[in-house]
T-cell receptor, first 111, second 117 residues
Framework: DGGITQSPKYLFRKEGQNVTLSCEQNLNHDAMYWYRQDPGQGLRLIYYSQIVNDFQKGDIAEGYSVSREKKESFPLTVTSAQKNPTAFYLC??????????FGNGTRLTVT | DQQVKQNSPSLSVQEGRISILNCDYTNSMFDYFLWYKKYPAEGPTFLISISSIKDKNEDGRFTVFLNKSAKHLSLHIVPSQPGDSAVYFCAAIGSGAGGTSYGKLTFGQGTILTVHP
């Protein structure tokens, strides 16, 4: 989606390494979110940010960290503490009462 | 604890027929429900939503029905088209969660819909 850019599309890392997933948006939305999707499971919320310099843990925040230094950017770091990091990661934004608007995701594989 | 459940992992339908995707929820605080459609290697896209004050919402070929007493909702697609083949996620959010909290959705596991020509 042109409004939300997640890069790279595919990412490979060795176990024990931290990795940062990028999410940039030009929709001027205040809120940004990180979700994770695993096969046969719904999307689960990792972290979210409603405003610059503020963020909250979602349902599965352990092993992840985020920052929100700019309105346009909400990078997610998958640390070595995350036990099962291989997954499809989705960044999303929202404004007011509008439904979530998703990026195209990053598939992370850790071996 | 799976608060939103889509018990059918997959559904296969002939082109032109009706597709019915089902979703059940357990949290009585949920009062707004959404359906998202997802193609492989892409992010989900919003399809249709319904508030708990309604029991039906229609948008073109897509209709969502809500049965609050049964804690059940369904998405009807009529007529189904091959381009509708995708994964469909049901999602819900609780009372009082307005504004940016509409991002804190609880999702079901998804149902893979295949529409055959």
């Amino acid at each position: 989606d042109g409004g939300i850019t997640q890069s790279p599309k595919y990412l490979f890392r060795k176990e024990g390494q931290n990795v940062t997933l990028s999410c940039e948006q030009n929709l001027n939305h205040d809120a940004m979110y990180w979700y994770r999707q695993d096969p046969g499971q719904g999307l689960r919320l990792i972290y979210y940010s409603q405003i610059v310099n503020d963020f909250q843990k979602g349902d599965i925040a352990e092993g992840y960290s985020v920052s929100r230094e700019k309105k346009e950017s909400f990078p997610l770091t998958v640390t070595s503490a995350q036990k099962n990091p291989t997954a499809f990661y989705l960044c999303a934004t929202s404004a007011g009462n509008s439904p979530l608007h998703f990026g195209n995701g990053t598939r992370l594989t850790v071996t | 604890d799976q608060q939103v459940k889509q018990n059918s992992p997959s559904l296969s339908v002939q082109e032109g027929r009706i597709s019915i995707l089902n979703c059940d929820y357990t949290n009585s605080m949920f009062d707004y429900f959404l359906w998202y459609k997802k193609y492989p290697a892409e992010g989900p896209t919003f399809l249709i939503s319904i508030s708990s004050i309604k029991d039906k919402n229609e948008d073109g070929r897509f209709t969502v029905f809500l049965n609050k007493s049964a804690k059940h909702l369904s998405l009807h697609i009529v007529p189904s088209q091959p381009g509708d083949s995708a994964v469909y996620f049901c999602a819900a959010i609780g009372s009082g969660a307005g504004g940016t909290s509409y991002g804190k959705l609880t999702f079901g596991q998804g149902t893979i819909l295949t529409v055959h020509p």
